[in-house]
């Protein structure tokens, strides 16, 4: 039986072709057979081949922000500068 192929048109970030187009060529592969190796892995795996979660936040970001909030309410003291130079005198010392 013959093989009948179709195209597929997919929109991308720019900056994002780029760079897997890059890993892809580093590879040996070209952007049209990932596509094709991705589908044949859904196929087989019966879904999306790899994990997708919602990304959490760290710690660390989680921490900051509340630090955020805590300043804006007031909870937290925090020095205030009237320009970058100030602060960066500061962050120099």
Known sequence: MESLTTAISVQVDRQDKELATGILNNLGLNMSTYVNMAIKQLINKDGIPFEVV????????????????????????????????????????
């Open 54 to 93: 919602n990304p959490r936040p760290s710690k660390e970001l989680l921490e900051a922000i509340q630090e955020g909030e805590d300043i804006l309410n007031g909870k937290v003291k925090a020095k205030s500068y009237t320009n970058m130079y100030e602060m960066l005198k500061d962050l120099k010392a």
